[in-house]
């Protein structure tokens, strides 16, 4: 019996090419089962105890159990060795140095350095022994908040919820020297509010008109730590009374800043920096 065989009129070569292909289709289609659909990235919303005051609303402590931790970065600038964001505010710090201004512009979002953590763009030196620190302060955008904060602040680590003391001169004008008497503990300090009638600014010569400090220092000599001031550029001076804080060797010594608003940066700028490995330097 005759057999009869059917020959594709396709050259032989053309089949790797076609089962190629048929593979190739059957991996995307399995691939594409296979993978999760995709969700856009969401920003976190902000909680309610981070929102600023207002109004309406009164900024509270956060939660007890509540921390981030701090992003460490290697990258000295200046006087200072390295940089941290302190507790990982929603958008990212950073910072320049601009060394013929002698300026250290510092961008930062952040709730704020205060209650029992912080969120602030640091930029430090390890250090022991006693300190005197001092900056000129300002802020570029006049329209920030008003509790906003450029600090001089002498740390025990990086952590969030750090033992520190603080210096600050707030958007509106307010002074403080501050401390966080132990690690997760409520910050606590005296807060000075200045003013002067007869002054550029008031309704009347008898209106009250507010006086930011051009210049800020803190000294630590020993357990002490003192506040310096300039108001208008007199030579710095003591301001109020010491506090007391016992902080182990070696600690962290720095300019910072926090915009006070959780998911937003503002800016502020330092000049004029003055680190010194000893007390009575502040100048």
Same mark, same amino acid.
């Given at each position: 019996m005759a057999r009869h065989f059917l020959f594709s009129a396709k050259p032989a070569s053309t089949y790797p090419i076609t089962m190629k292909l048929a593979i190739r289709r059957a991996l995307l289609t399995l691939v594409l089962l296979n993978v999760p659909h995709m969700v856009p990235a969401q920003t976190p919303e902000v909680p309610a105890w981070a929102q600023p005051g207002s109004a309406t609303h009164v900024q509270v402590a956060p939660p007890a159990d509540f921390h981030r931790p701090s992003k460490n970065f290697d990258a000295p600038i200046g006087l200072f060795e390295g940089q941290s964001d302190i507790g990982?505010? +929603?958008?990212?710090? #950073?910072?320049?140095? =601009?060394? #013929?201004?002698?300026?250290?512009? !510092?961008?930062?979002?952040?709730?704020?350095?205060?209650?029992t953590r912080d969120e602030f763009r640091y930029?430090?030196?390890? +250090? #022991? *022994? =006693?300190?005197?620190?001092?900056?000129?302060? +300002?802020?570029p955008d006049p329209n920030g908040f008003g509790d906003r904060k450029a600090v001089l602040v002498i740390r025990q680590d990086l952590d969030d919820d750090s033992k520190e003391a603080i210096t600050a001169?707030?958007?509106? *004008? +307010? !002074?403080?020297?501050?401390?966080?008497?132990?690690?997760?503990a409520r910050v606590k300090g005296l807060e000075f509010r200045i003013g002067g009638r007869g002054r550029p600014g008031g309704a009347s010569p008898d209106s009250l008109v507010g006086v930011v400090a051009r210049r800020i220092g !803190?000294?630590?000599?020993? =357990?002490?730590?003192?506040l310096f001031v300039s108001l208008e550029g007199e030579p710095m001076h003591q301001f109020g009374p010491p506090i007391n804080l016992?902080? =182990?060797e070696p600690f962290y010594v720095g300019i910072g800043f926090c915009s006070h608003l959780p998911d937003k940066s503002d800016t502020a700028v330092l000049s004029n920096v003055v680190l010194e490995n000893s007390a009575g330097k502040v100048r």
């Amino acid at each position: 019996m005759a057999r009869h065989f059917l020959f594709s009129a396709k050259p032989a070569s053309t089949y790797p090419i076609t089962m190629k292909l048929a593979i190739r289709r059957a991996l995307l289609t399995l691939v594409l089962l296979n993978v999760p659909h995709m969700v856009p990235a969401q920003t976190p919303e902000v909680p309610a105890w981070a929102q600023p005051g207002s109004a309406t609303h009164v900024q509270v402590a956060p939660p007890a159990d509540f921390h981030r931790p701090s992003k460490n970065f290697d990258a000295p600038i200046g006087l200072f060795e390295g940089q941290s964001d302190i507790g990982s505010a +929603m958008v990212p710090g #950073s910072a320049s140095y =601009d060394a #013929s201004a002698k300026q250290y512009t !510092i961008n930062s979002a952040g709730y704020n350095v205060w209650y029992t953590r912080d969120e602030f763009r640091y930029l430090w030196k390890k +250090m #022991s *022994g =006693d300190v005197s620190l001092a900056a000129n302060i +300002m802020y570029p955008d006049p329209n920030g908040f008003g509790d906003r904060k450029a600090v001089l602040v002498i740390r025990q680590d990086l952590d969030d919820d750090s033992k520190e003391a603080i210096t600050a001169v707030h958007g509106l *004008g +307010m !002074i403080h020297l501050a401390q966080r008497p132990a690690k997760g503990a409520r910050v606590k300090g005296l807060e000075f509010r200045i003013g002067g009638r007869g002054r550029p600014g008031g309704a009347s010569p008898d209106s009250l008109v507010g006086v930011v400090a051009r210049r800020i220092g !803190i000294e630590k000599h020993g =357990d002490s730590f003192a506040l310096f001031v300039s108001l208008e550029g007199e030579p710095m001076h003591q301001f109020g009374p010491p506090i007391n804080l016992h902080i =182990d060797e070696p600690f962290y010594v720095g300019i910072g800043f926090c915009s006070h608003l959780p998911d937003k940066s503002d800016t502020a700028v330092l000049s004029n920096v003055v680190l010194e490995n000893s007390a009575g330097k502040v100048r």
